[in-house]
């Protein structure tokens, strides 16, 4: 559960970089801004993917996939 890891997070909507990283519990890189959806990466580990997916659900963003890459 410590393994760090690189996870896409797939969010409905086109989102700003800098309107998604405010008050974010950790630092990501925006991969594919689209019309319909958007493409964030973040490293770390399970537990901060958690913190990370509670504060996005928090701001009312809707998940539409998580993949993780090893």
Aim: net charge negative; charged share 20%.
């Amino acid at each position: 559960m410590d393994d760090i890891c690189i996870y896409q997070i797939e969010l409905q909507g086109q989102l700003d970089e800098l309107d998604l990283s405010l008050a974010s519990p950790l630092s990501f890189r925006l991969l594919r801004p689209c019309p319909d959806t958007t493409v964030i990466a973040v490293c770390t580990d399970q537990s901060g993917l958690i913190g990370l997916l509670r504060h996005l659900h928090g701001r009312g963003l809707v998940l539409l996939a998580v993949r993780c890459e090893r």
